[in-house]
């Protein structure tokens, strides 16, 4: 087995560092607080969660993903779903569980054709979703009673297209009412999640947030060089370039550790690999950059070959203005193409580093 996870989720054999924030995830949930967790993409939130989940056995965790939804009735579903996922027994035993719990939702026992395995189906037809949340905050409230539990909603910000019906003030109502339950929000769209919870919003001031940054130079340091032959120098050079992204570097560990576990690993060796994965997305990358209009083009390829944007030097080589440059970005910003902390920046290192490549 390769012992670098870059696609899914990290396993209980290929995590490791976040000490800090593991220990800082069980002290809020230990005290029925509520978190909101963000990050770029590719950062590991959710590894870091489900290896969270992993090491507590005091908690009853409920974790979902809404990153499909696309009606407040798949929230519901996607909901009730991970309830049922978290009872014990026979599937009989957790029908006659749940409907012990619930008053309106119904589980049905179908049968998978692909798997050969028959698996409970959340039934809420004709049910009004206010009535389904009602519904589901009674079944936690009285299983809370016997247990904390936490629940995780994982990139929370799909909520927001969710346009008829305000899930985020009805979260609000229940989650006043909740005690010996924390609530975890994952995110990774960072204007979108402080819109939900900006000033005056429904959930303001219900989470505590909190960053997830990159992984401790030292634990990358002691977990790389248990199976690759590389300096530590190499290790910083390949963090400095991957921008800290840890699936990038463990991308990057991958291949060389299929193809180099023996050898020493050099720079040729970690250029070479880079330069490999980002062309193996040239293609999506291409349609990607095909799309923008020009002024976009332009202002992406600033963002990828320039540090000073605005500098009558760069905006006289690109023929743009200012004006527009600045109009340009904002609209990458809106479709999420770039992001902005101290300045804009291209949140997809590996998308960034094809443009370096291209434009450069």
Known sequence: MIPFTYE?????????????????????????NNLLLYSLRRFGKSSLLKEQIRRDNEKLYIYFDI?????????????????????????????????????????????DGTTGKTKLTPSIKNIDFEDSIEDIF???????????????????????LIKNIKIDALLR????????????FLGSKRHTLTELFRYKAP????????????????DYIDYIQKYLKISEDLIVYMINLAR?????????????????AKTNITKIIVDKTIREIVMSKESSFSMIYGGFSLSKKKAFKILCTCKDFYKKETLDKYNITKQ???????????????????????????FELWGDMCFS
């Open 244 to 260: 800290d992204e840890p699936k990038l570097i463990m991308h990057i560990c991958s291949i060389m550790y299929d193809r180099y």
């Open 67 to 111: 990153f499909d939804i696309t009606s407040e009735d798949d929230f519901a579903r996607l909901f009730l779903k991970a309830i049922a996922k978290t009872q014990k027994g026979s599937i009989s035993t957790t029908v006659s569980k749940l409907s012990k719990i619930f008053s309106r939702a119904r589980f049905d026992i179908v049968f």
């Open 138 to 160: 009674n079944a936690l409230f009285a299983l809370s009673k016997k247990q904390k539990i936490v629940v995780v909603i994982d990139e929370f910000q799909q909520i927001s």
């Open 203 to 218: 959930l303001y001031e219900m989470a505590t947030h909190f960053e997830l940054k990159g992984i401790r130079l030292d």
């Open 324 to 350: 527009s440059l600045l109009s340009a970005l904002n609209a990458l910003y809106k479709d999420e193409i770039i992001d902005k902390d101290e300045t804009w920046f291209i949140p997809d290192r590996t």
């Open 173 to 184: 109502k229940y989650m006043q009412e909740s005690s010996n339950i924390s609530y975890i």
């Open 8 to 32: 899914g989720y990290a396993t209980k054999e290929t995590f490791f560092g976040r000490k800090e924030e593991l220990k800082k995830l069980n002290s809020f949930t230990s005290n029925s």
